[in-house]
């Protein structure tokens, strides 16, 4: 936005930047992934998302690693939402470790940018993998495969600004 020759930060950078969207889209990548597994292994990908979380509060993090931390976010998003399309879904081990990522970085994100009761809105997203499901069974899968799809998008777009110096995003040697 311009005003007065000078360039402020748009409103994606104040929701991108925020702990609660990157988190909950996070989340939502992860249950609808998990729409296309037995529900037998919810709970190990459940576990390991709460464990990586609880794991993640202990870590100490700076703002200096913001953008290490929300680029570690988009990855997490890019290939959660990505499992959508494997032709089995996730086994056992896929499901513990990719839980087990977007615990950490979902916390992660929240810590930085906002606080960690983000968590609080953000980690019950999980639960749509119970109508993801359905969804699924029901022969209504690709309404699933669509809405991985934009989040895959959102995510890779999320990167290339991050690792593109966008004018007004960032300090300059103007300022």
Do not use: Q
């Not at 930060?9 to 969207?21: F, K, T």
């Not at 529900?39 to 709460?50: E, K, N, P, Q």
């Not at 913001?66 to 570690?72: K, M, N, R, S, T």
């Amino acid at each position: 936005h311009w005003r007065d020759g000078v360039v402020f930060p748009g409103p994606r950078v104040a929701v991108m930047r925020a702990g609660l969207l990157p988190s909950a889209m996070l989340c939502g990548a992860l249950a609808l992934a998990l729409g296309f597994v037995p529900t037998r292994i919810w709970g190990i990908a459940v576990a390991a998302l709460l464990f990586g979380c609880a794991a993640a509060l202990l870590l100490p993090v700076s703002p200096d690693h913001a953008d290490a931390i929300f680029l570690g976010c988009w990855v997490s998003t890019v290939v959660l939402a990505g499992c959508v399309h494997l032709p089995r879904g996730m086994n056992r081990a896929t499901a513990l470790v990719l839980g087990l990522n977007a615990g950490v970085w979902a916390c992660l994100v929240a810590r930085v940018g906002g606080g960690a009761s983000n968590l609080l809105i953000a980690l019950p997203l999980v639960l749509l993998c119970v109508p993801a499901r359905w969804l699924v069974l029901t022969g209504r899968g690709i309404a699933l495969k669509v809405a991985a799809s934009w989040l895959l998008a959102i995510g890779v777009m999320e990167m290339v600004l991050m690792l593109t110096p966008t004018p007004g995003y960032k300090p300059d040697h103007m300022e």
